[in-house]
DNA sequence: GATGAATGAGGGTTCATTCAT
DNA sequence: TATGAATGAACCCTCATTCAT
């Protein structure tokens, strides 16, 4: 491999590592100060890159923060899926999802924080597309629970969406609250909530 | 009763609408473009006011939200102090503080939109005194719960905090938010509520 | 007269003068760094004000140099409708109407560089209602020259618009660059422009 | 011939392309968004050339658009010149002189765009050896219009300027301003130019 | 008390220019 | 030589706040 090529994919490797620690110093900075007490040029300085840098990825500041909250939105998205797709019955899939949401809140809060505090935002709906997406893979999670008999059939899917998805967010994100050094959840704390979630869903 | 007795009452009766206005103002714009996005000479402007007037009143645009917020949280534990007071029953208390909601979103929307957009950011920390102030209503209520055995032990003061007031929010929200124009509640939105919670909590 | 009155008479001359320093400070730096080169920022601390009393008064920096610029054309057009109510003679019309940009020229300079600079860009075409004006009272000019039998029916009204007002800027303006500094117009400039005109003209 | 000669002289035969798109780009951005509106990098972008290309050749900006400037005045002035050494005759010189501006208008319109846009701005003086070079041409023309009776004697080199120059640029733009779209320039519109202009010289 | 004109710091964004490749 | 990603100063504009009235 000669030397040019090399470079190209250290560049790359830079690159990368640019957008990502803008993504990063956004999900901080919007979580921090909320969507407006952002600045552009806040988290660009936390991001340690210059602010046009910015815009030469982004059209703007609100098409940034929207395009992290969907990737976010898609993440969970695709582990719904995986989780389907694995063929496992309704109590596997719910214990799975909780367990991904509390492996993602000790690897990488500042997304559950992100989610937590944009979702409740009359600003940023979410796209049509990402709404579907979410209630299609809750439509056959709710299917695979009706047909097994775990799954009370008085639930919608909205309350679905409620319990696993809402309910779980801000169930962590209390306790990112009430704890505000960095916190490390105990295995009882995601036992309780799977408590709390399959006692609502059967 | 002289004249000027008289236009000091009236004065104050048009302070007291003015002040109003101004809560609904900042409650409309807050929850329509965020904290961020809600400037005080808009809010000033909505409220019929002079920009100034908003300053001789609160200290700064943070101030203001902030009261306002614990102005709306503080109406809650009043409603739930008046519940507990009446001597009630635990599902009587459940099913009125449920009902209190829902009437709260069909006469001040507003103010359950607001509620939904503050209680998720991280620059709005509810102070010591709110919190405690709801933590020991909670508390109560638990204890009448224990008492009747209608409430399962192993759900803690933080959960029912999660169940009742924060899920309710959202479940309203959600409600909120599927329906862009203006929204009837059903009974049977009510109904639903109720069922999950009672479901979750015995 | 009490003294309330009086504040308000002098408030009222104050701003007239705050927006009539904005007036000169646009016009001077559009003119020495053109429109890109003259920045609000600028514009307003070369006219004593604060940069944000700019966008009290008008929505944006293009819309303060077109409005200006429309204000310059409408005092010209106003110039073309009084010579034209004197019911004066074609010759004299014309002949007062040069002494009146030589006037401007020698009293507000400025405002001939402006239009100097802005009469050639292709992003500020004059407004319809502008034109419309202006070609209405060359119109009017030509026709009473017709009548008189002093100009020569060849020309359009774009001819006389192009000898009349583009032809006395440029002339004016090429003065303005020979001499940079400040220039008395003398006698003899106006006559010989008359002389070119005239020519033009019969 | 090598093959290396070769891939020299096309790299050449690119470059002046490549310089020559840069220019037709750079009059055209800044015909149509004046000179700050003009960025180098959109102007790359139209050139189809790489932004940084543009500096190789270039000192900045402000460089590209006044030598450009400079190019396109030389080019007026080596017609001049290349009339007057053909020893044509006063009113054959005059008469090709507008004849030329009216092919550039249709073969190049973009070269008269330009001059229009920027003649008129302070912040572009042309240099006293343009200047000069363009007096000593006009001053020549002068002389034979003397010598040949053909010519007033009351007209300065600035008025001769003003006319054959100036004034045929305005009297072509106002056409391009009057026509939006794609503009074919009769006979007659450049017969009628020529009448004025000789008008104003005999 | 009540007003709203005025301020200027700071917002989002662009762009002339550089420089590592 | 030629590239275009990256920079950061400076752009236009907004807005929380003040204060003369």
Chains 1, 2, 3, 4 share one sequence.
């Not at 979410?134 to 775990?150: H, V």
Request: charged residues 25%; neutral net charge.
């Amino acid at each position: 491999m000669n030397i040019h090529l090399l470079l190209i994919i250290m560049a790359r490797i830079v690159d990368t590592e640019k957008i990502e620690r803008l993504k990063i110093a956004t999900m901080k900075l919007v979580v921090e100060h909320g969507y407006g007490g952002a600045s552009a040029v806040l988290i660009a300085k936390e991001a340690k890159v210059a602010s046009g840098y910015f815009y030469l990825h982004y059209k703007g500041k609100y098409e940034m923060v929207n395009r992290l909250l969907h990737d976010v939105y898609q993440e969970v998205i695709n582990k719904l899926y995986e989780l389907i797709d694995q063929g496992s019955g309704f109590n596997e899939i719910i214990d799975n999802l909780i367990k991904y949401f509390f492996t993602l809140a000790s690897k990488e809060p500042i997304k559950l924080k992100f989610l937590y505090v944009l979702t409740n935002d009359y600003s940023f709906k979410i796209e049509e597309d990402v709404k579907a997406a979410i209630y299609e893979t809750i439509k056959k999670i709710k299917q695979i629970g009706l047909n097994s008999n775990d799954l009370d059939p008085r639930l919608s899917i909205d309350d679905m969406y409620l319990m696993l998805v809402i309910n779980s967010i801000q169930y962590i994100n209390q306790r990112f609250k009430n704890n505000q050094e960095h916190i490390n959840f105990s295995n009882e704390d995601q036992i309780h909530l799977l408590y709390l979630i399959h006692k609502i869903l059967k």
